[in-house]
Each structure stands twice: as C-alpha cells, then as structure tokens.
C-alpha cells in the first residue's frame, strides 16, 4: 500500500476522480503566504468555526466542481476579508485532494496565492496575533494565523495539509530559485 493510500489522500493531476462527492462536500480556496523581512515564507491558516476547530489554508464550499479554479479566490476572498488586489495567484500550481469525513468523501482543490500587500511580516513571529490584517468571515471561521512551514503543519495536524503545504512550499522555492536565476 502507498503512503498516499495509508494517508487516505489522493491527489489528481488531471483533476479526475473515482468517486463523486455530493454537493456541499466539495471545497476550494487558496494556499495564501507572505514573504517576511529577509525573505522566510509563512502560510495562513484559519480555524473552523465547528466541529474540531482545527487550522486549514482558507477554503470555502462550493456546488460545481467545474468552477473551483475561478471559485477559489472568491471563497479565499470571503473567508479572509482581502481584496483581489492583496493576492497574486499563481495559476500553475494546483492541488486536489479528497478523504473520508464521517463516511463521506470530502474533496477539496488548492491553489497558490501570495499576500502582496501590507507590511512585511516580522521574522520568526508565531503569535496568534499576527494576522491583524485577516477579517475572517465568522461564519465558518474565527481565527487566522500566520506560521511558517513546520509549525503550520504541526498545527494543523493533517496528512493532507502536510502534502499540500509542502508542495506549495517547494513550488515557491522553486519559483524563487529561478526567478532569481533569470535575474542574474
């Protein structure tokens, strides 16, 4: 058996999948991260509102798994209280993901945002704090956090939030790396 079978989690590149989820159990939203003051990278993180309260990227839930690419900054936007303005999103990062959630199947698509506006945040400041500028929605969330890579994950404490936060992670090394190289 593989990991990702072991995890529960299957991520698509074609964006298929073997079951169908049914309506309100389908999810999308943006991986939203800032640079700091040298550079170190932090991912946001918001706490649900219900159930377990646990911490995830912003997602919202969506009808129509045909729209969750153009649906994903809106509900990123909803739950955040940002503007279009604040993001810049990369359209060629892209993550799906889908596990059971009290005997239902839960499929969620990600993509990559980065907060362009606003002050640099400070190094290596993990206070819950420190998303002041972070309006969540209250209906489905009512906390955000600002964490690097590590702590994000151990926060969240979900498989899938390790494999999605770490391909975001290396896909914006990635970028930077080369986008530096072409600056050279």
């Known amino acids: 058996m593989s990991l990702s079978q072991k995890m529960n989690l299957r991520e698509t590149l074609d964006g298929t ?7 309100g159990n389908r999810a999308c939203g943006l991986v939203v991260f800032r640079r700091s003051e040298s550079g170190g990278i932090s991912y946001l993180l918001l706490q649900e509102a219900y159930g377990e309260k646990h911490w995830t990227p912003p997602k919202g839930f969506i009808e129509d798994s045909a729209v969750e690419k153009a649906e994903a900054q809106a509900q990123t936007l909803k739950e ?3 503007e279009g303005k604040d993001l810049k999103v990369y359209d060629d990062f892209s993550f799906k993901m889908q596990y059971a959630i009290r005997g239902q199947v839960k499929k969620i698509w990600y993509g990559l945002a980065e907060l362009v506006t606003g002050e640099k ?10 998303a002041k500028n972070i309006h969540v929605s209250g209906e489905n969330h009512n906390a955000a956090w600002w964490l690097p890579l590590n702590d994000a994950i ?3 404490g979900y498989v899938e939030a390790d494999a999605l936060l770490k391909k975001a992670d290396k896909f914006i090394q990635d970028k930077t790396k080369a986008e530096e190289a072409t600056s050279s």
């Open 17 to 23: 999948t073997s079951a169908r989820a049914p309506a």
């Open 80 to 82: 955040t209280g940002l």
């Open 121 to 130: 945040a400070k190094d290596n400041d993990k206070t819950k704090g420190n």
């Open 154 to 156: 151990r926060v969240s």
